[in-house]
C-alpha cells in the first residue's frame, strides 16, 4: 500500500478547491497524479472511508477529505461505522 500517497492526496484535496471538484467530475484524472494501488483508487473512488481508515489513512484527512467533496459529517460517520 502507497499509504504516504493517499494522505498526500488527501492533504492535496483539503489544500485546494479546484482538486476537490475534480474529485468530483474526473477522479480517474486525478488518481493518476498518484501513484496509488488499483485497491486504493477503487477505494477513493467509490468513497469507502471505512476501507481506507482500516489501510492506515489518516482519520482527520479523511474527514476533511469527504467534507471537500461535498459529503457531511452524518455520511461521514456512518461511512466509518460501516464495516467491510
Given amino acids: 500500500m502507497s499509504l504516504y500517497q493517499v494522505n498526500k492526496l488527501l492533504r492535496d484535496v483539503n489544500c485546494s ?49 469527504s467534507m471537500a467533496t461535498g459529503k457531511d459529517m452524518r455520511a461521514y460517520v456512518g461511512a466509518m461505522n460501516q464495516k467491510e
Fill in 17 to 65: 478547491a479546484e482538486l476537490a471538484q475534480r474529485c468530483q467530475t474526473e477522479p480517474d484524472m486525478v488518481l493518476r497524479q498518484y501513484d496509488l494501488t488499483s485497491e486504493e483508487q477503487e477505494a477513493l473512488k467509490g468513497w469507502r472511508v471505512r476501507k481506507l481508515y482500516d489501510m492506515g489513512a489518516n482519520p482527520l484527512l479523511l474527514l476533511v477529505y
